[in-house]
């Protein structure tokens, strides 16, 4: 899922390119990507794009006459940009076609998770937004008001579009290994220290990966957009050495997601139990590095 440094450079990018511009035509083949009725999607069109912003982990067209085009990308969703002299992709879930080139949305996969509201007005806007702080606005103090809302594991208090905007699993693993911290400790056991150390990891990690999204797209539009990154420390690096102390990388699978972390550098040398491979294992679920490395 596209987090806070890919949707940057997304937004960035897609600013340069349609603000002032005009929408000719807006056309959604996705049966499930459009999720409201009124106004009608064809209201976008002949409207001028007034600029473009990042809300959670949408991202927001703005348009003449108070309207929006939210999309949110999910897991899978991905944004094109096509001169236009440059075909479009075959049926996309989405296409807007300005004046000046096409934006298309398409999505991997058979489950189309995307989603695409159009509003009117900054009211209904403001009813997509989950509540979480921004982590690059924030200051220490406001972080660790909002971690501190509800009693989560780091790692879900991360993740949480009400506690915190714009972080998902790839990033937080990405922070809490430059933190150093469990991603199964408990934000109500954490002091005002650890807090501040998580503030920074969080913005220091975010901020690095804007900087080298921004070097690496240059001028051009984004569409190397993954969640997996040769220059991550751990996230999508299980069994490879931690860049920082050589210990294999370990993970939590659960559900549809994984989380990967340093056991030597966040968690003393324990291993954090799989819950299905641990319940399947029982007793011999090792504890400890040295055990699984026995």
Same mark, same amino acid.
Not at 200 to 212: G, P
């Given at each position: 899922?596209?987090?806070?440094?890919?949707?940057?450079?997304?937004?960035?990018?897609?600013?340069?390119?349609?603000?002032?511009?005009?929408?000719?035509?807006?056309? $959604?083949?996705?049966?499930?990507?459009?999720?409201?009725?009124?106004?009608?999607?064809?209201?976008?069109?002949?409207?001028?794009?007034?600029?473009?912003?990042?809300?959670? &982990?949408?991202?927001?067209?703005?348009?003449e006459g108070g309207l929006h085009a939210a999309?949110?990308?999910?897991?899978?969703?991905?944004?094109?940009?096509?001169?236009?002299?440059?075909?479009? #992709?075959?049926?996309?879930? #989405?296409?807007?076609?300005?004046?000046?080139?096409?934006?298309?949305?398409?999505?991997? /996969?058979?489950?189309?998770?995307?989603?695409?509201?159009?509003?009117?007005?900054?009211?209904?806007?403001?009813?997509?937004?989950?509540?979480?702080?921004?982590?690059?606005?924030?200051?220490?103090?406001?972080?660790?008001?909002?971690?501190?809302?509800?009693?989560?594991?780091?790692?879900?208090?991360?993740?949480?579009?009400?506690?915190?905007?714009?972080?998902?699993?790839?990033?937080?693993?990405?922070?809490?290994?430059?933190a150093q911290l469990s991603p199964m400790r408990?934000?109500?056991?954490?002091?005002?220290?650890?807090?501040?150390?998580?503030?920074?990891?969080?913005?220091?990690?975010?901020?690095?990966?804007?900087?080298?999204?921004?070097?690496?797209?240059?001028?051009?539009?984004?569409?190397?957009?993954? #969640?997996?990154?040769?220059?991550?420390?751990?996230?999508?690096?299980?069994?490879?050495?931690?860049?920082?102390?050589?210990?294999? $990388?370990?993970?939590?699978?659960?559900?549809?997601?994984?989380?990967?972390?340093?056991?030597?550098?966040?968690?003393? /040398? &324990?291993?954090?139990?799989?819950?299905?491979?641990?319940?399947?294992? &029982?007793?011999?679920?090792? &504890?400890?590095?040295?055990?699984?490395?026995?």
């Amino acid at each position: 899922m596209p987090e806070i440094p890919d949707l940057t450079v997304y937004v960035e990018q897609l600013e340069r390119r349609i603000r002032g511009v005009p929408l000719e035509r807006v056309q $959604v083949s996705g049966i499930n990507l459009l999720r409201t009725a009124e106004p009608a999607l064809e209201s976008l069109e002949g409207r001028e794009a007034l600029g473009v912003s990042r809300l959670g &982990k949408r991202i927001v067209m703005a348009f003449e006459g108070g309207l929006h085009a939210a999309l949110h990308l999910m897991i899978a969703g991905r944004l094109h940009w096509k001169e236009p002299d440059q075909p479009v #992709a075959r049926r996309p879930l #989405a296409a807007f076609r300005f004046t000046n080139g096409t934006l298309t949305l398409t999505e991997a /996969g058979t489950r189309q998770r995307a989603s695409l509201h159009v509003l009117a007005g900054r009211d209904a806007l403001r009813a997509l937004d989950a509540g979480g702080l921004e982590p690059l606005t924030s200051t220490a103090a406001t972080f660790a008001a909002a971690l501190r809302r509800e009693n989560h594991t780091i790692k879900r208090a991360l993740t949480d579009p009400r506690l915190l905007a714009g972080v998902g699993n790839s990033y937080s693993d990405e922070i809490l290994h430059r933190a150093q911290l469990s991603p199964m400790r408990l934000t109500s056991a954490l002091d005002d220290a650890t807090l501040e150390r998580l503030w920074h990891a969080t913005r220091e990690v975010l901020t690095e990966w804007i900087d080298r999204l921004r070097a690496e797209t240059g001028e051009k539009f984004p569409e190397k957009v993954t #969640a997996f990154r040769k220059e991550m420390a751990v996230h999508g690096k299980f069994g490879q050495p931690c860049p920082r102390c050589g210990a294999k $990388v370990q993970r939590i699978v659960h559900a549809e997601n994984e989380t990967n972390y340093c056991a030597r550098c966040q968690t003393g /040398g &324990k291993l954090l139990a799989d819950r299905a491979l641990s319940r399947l294992l &029982k007793k011999d679920w090792p &504890k400890t590095l040295e055990e699984l490395e026995g």
